[in-house]
T-cell receptor, first 115, second 114 residues
Framework: AQSVTQPDIHITVSEGASLELRCNYS??????LFWYVQSPGQGLQLLLK??????LVQGIKGFEAEFKRSQSSFNLRKPSVHWSDAAEYFC?????????????FGRGTSLIVHP | GAVVSQHPSRVICKSGTSVKIECRSL??????MFWYRQFPKQSLMLMAT?????????EQGVEKDKFLINHASLTLSTLTVTSAHPEDSSFYIC??????????FGPGTRLTVL
């Protein structure tokens, strides 16, 4: 069965500092990988996704993530964090299945941004 | 881009009543929609897969008689929480498979049962 681990429950950074959120997955083959962001009381917004090809994926809002097969990781990065980035971040994995999938979510990492 | 809406965004009801939550794909057709439940500070847990024109598929541990799902058209799925109790209070989120092989999520519905 597929699973996702986000080892950090909370991450605190200063505005303007760089950010890396960790995500490790367990799956027998190369899965679909996603990062979502959720602001308080809101639904999920897709930041980026990896299906195949280039292992460094660019997303919206200046985020990027790198798929590392050897480490079963898909860490999210941003070079300079803005106060508006404070939110809950979810990594998700979904097995390729005929063009559709049901993602399994990690427990989330709460990002706190200090001014 | 593809948009999924939910209605209502917030609902407060008395214990024992039923509440219906709607999930709509606004600019694309969705033969499959998904319903999730999210507890505070926790991840999304898949409750059921809603299939247009057929019965929903429920995840293990989810009571199908408690959480009624109807996917009556290619753009609408409804989740009815029957005889709601305070423990049903939660954030309910729907999603739908849309263009570019991507899932689109609704903004969520906050249910509070008194």
């Amino acid at each position: 069965a597929q699973s996702v681990t986000q080892p950090d429950i909370h991450i605190t950074v200063s505005e303007g500092a760089s950010l890396e959120l960790r995500c490790n997955y367990s799956y027998g083959a190369t899965p679909y990988l996603f990062w979502y962001v959720q602001s308080p009381g809101q639904g999920l917004q897709l930041l980026l996704k990896y299906f195949s090809g280039d292992t460094l994926v660019q997303g919206i809002k200046g985020f990027e993530a790198e798929f590392k097969r050897s480490q079963s990781s898909f860490n999210l990065r941003k070079p300079s964090v803005h106060w508006s980035d404070a939110a809950e971040y979810f990594c998700a994995v979904g097995p390729p299945s005929g063009g559709s999938y049901i993602p399994t979510f990690g427990r989330g990492t709460s990002l706190i941004v200090h001014p | 881009g593809a948009v999924v809406s939910q209605h209502p965004s917030r609902v407060i009801c008395k214990s024992g009543t039923s509440v219906k939550i709607e999930c709509r794909s606004l600019d694309f057709q969705a033969t499959t929609m998904f319903w999730y439940r999210q507890f505070p500070k926790q991840s999304l847990m898949l409750m059921a897969t809603s299939n247009e024109g057929s019965k929903a598929t429920y995840e293990q541990g989810v009571e199908k008689d408690k959480f009624l799902i109807n996917h009556a058209s290619l753009t609408l799925s409804t989740l009815t929480v029957t005889s709601a109790h305070p423990e049903d209070s939660s954030f309910y989120i729907c999603s739908a498979h849309g263009p570019r092989d991507e899932q689109f999520f609704g903004p969520g519905t906050r249910l509070t049962v008194l």
